[in-house]
């Protein structure tokens, strides 16, 4: 297996689209009738969900104008938000096949196919011509990728000179050792978590001028809370939610972020950077 194979079969959990219609069952819902409000406990796969998503994708001021790219896409919620709530036209990579295939299909659902494309690919090898975009975010995807330089550079190749980009990503602060396994990886081979600086550094190499950088910390501590309280007061799993993508082992994933993030050796960050 490669490493980009082992990476697609931490996150495909099978079943997926089949999960989400159940689901949407269980809330009196079905393809014709879906919301984009019910479907988004399962398809923001990040710290925050879709409130991380708002504040976030705010800050890139998105317009009607912007043609957009979502690297590493998941089954994209943050693309169809972007669509929806700024207008913009939206295309989305993800390496996860199950993931792009759920995600057009939600698109049908949502009559959004021609405001935002998903496709299967490699970010690290976009499947798109130079200059073509006016904006980029990223959302919890570096930590899956080793060579950031590498990622950098395709990004800057893919946008318009002065173009932006925005990263949401899950960084190290602290020196300790993770425990896996992870929202992100089973195992340590597969994650690549380090400090903001090197982000910071491999941006600048590749030709971005980087602006502001934003701890989510102590957003992520409240989001824990408000989650620990609702899944106490629940009984069992919501009808949909992020067990859906993180299959049998989503407890232990959890478990094992949250207590990560509280320790402080790690926390979701935001950053801004400009292609020059
Ligand atoms: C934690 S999920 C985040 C998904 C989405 N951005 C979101 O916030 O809902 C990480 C995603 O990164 C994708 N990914 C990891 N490495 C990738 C690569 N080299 N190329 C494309 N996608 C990749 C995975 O398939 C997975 O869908």
């Given amino acids: 297996m490669t490493d980009f194979q082992r990476i697609e079969h931490h996150y495909a959990p099978g079943g997926l689209i089949d999960g989400i219609r159940q689901g ?12 984009p409000e019910a479907l988004a406990p399962v398809e923001e ?3 925050g969900g879709r409130a991380a998503t708002q504040a976030f994708l705010d800050s890139l001021a998105l317009g009607p104008e912007d043609r957009v790219l979502d690297i590493g896409c998941g089954i994209g919620g943050a693309s169809r938000f972007a669509a929806l709530t700024y207008g913009c036209r939206v295309s989305g990579v993800d390496l996860t096949r199950e993931f792009v295939d759920a995600g057009n299909q939600i698109n049908a659902w949502l009559g959004l196919s021609d405001k935002v494309g998903l496709s299967q690919g490699n970010v690290l090898s976009l499947p798109h011509k130079d200059a073509q975009f006016d904006k980029a975010f990223m959302m919890h995807v570096g930590m899956n990728i080793a ?11 893919v946008l318009k000179p002065g173009g932006i980009f925005g990263i949401y990503d899950i960084m190290k602060t602290g020196p300790e050792a993770l425990t896996f396994p992870m929202p992100w990886a089973s195992e340590p081979e597969s994650s690549a978590v380090v400090p903001s600086a090197e982000y910071v550094r491999d941006l600048g190499a590749a030709g971005f001028e980087v602006g502001a950088e934003l701890s989510r910390r102590d957003f992520a501590l409240e989001f824990f809370e408000r989650i620990a309280a609702a899944a106490a007061a629940a009984d069992g799993p919501p009808p949909l939610g992020l067990h859906l993508l993180m299959g049998a082992q989503a407890p232990d994933k959890l478990r094992n972020m949250i207590g990560c993030v509280r320790a ?5 960050v935001e950053l801004m950077a400009r292609k020059v």
Avoid: N
């Avoid at 402080?264 to 979701?268: D, E, K, Q, R, V």
């Fill in 24 to 35: 949407l069952g269980r809330l009196g819902l079905t393809s014709e009738t879906v919301t």
């Fill in 45 to 47: 796969f990040h710290i």
């Fill in 147 to 157: 060579s950031k330089a590498a990622l950098f550079r395709e990004v800057h190749r």
């Fill in 264 to 268: 402080g050796l790690i926390a979701p």
